[in-house]
């Protein structure tokens, strides 16, 4: 069993920067494969980026490629999204998941099993 919490979300102005953190607790933390995903009003929730356990292989989507960055830090049970140059359809709320003992990283969301509560990103001058 993983529990994801996630944090960070906030009001910035396009063109700001935003690092949300997604604490997890559990001991095969380091063994999951962990994604980002956001979801705005009346749209699918969707893959913004995922990394995988051990070797930390990326995938992001295309339309936050080169601004946002995924990390980990599995001492800390850790996972990151730093957000740059932030635009109004970035405007979303953002959930952390995790797969369940699967190492790959995935973009999919039905590839993985627990989900954190979720934290508000708006973006607006």
């Known amino acids: 069993q993983v529990q994801l919490v996630e944090s960070g979300g906030g009001l910035v102005q396009p063109g700001g920067s935003l690092r949300l953190s997604c604490a997890a607790s559990?001991?095969?933390?380091?063994?999951?494969?962990i994604g980002w995903f956001r979801q705005a009003p009346g749209q699918e929730r969707e893959c913004v980026a995922s990394v995988s356990a051990i070797v930390q292989n990326t995938n992001y989507a295309e339309s936050v490629k080169g601004r946002f960055a995924i990390s980990r830090e599995n001492a800390k049970n850790t996972v990151f999204l730093q957000m740059n140059s932030l635009k109004p359809e970035d405007t979303a709320v953002y959930y952390c998941?995790?797969?369940?003992?699967?190492?790959?990283?995935?973009?999919?969301?039905?590839?993985?099993?627990?989900w954190g509560q979720g934290t508000q990103v708006t973006v607006s001058s």
């Open positions: 998941a995790a797969r369940s003992n699967n190492w790959r990283a995935t973009t999919g969301r039905d590839d993985y099993d627990f």
């Open positions: 559990g001991r095969t933390f380091s063994s999951n494969a």
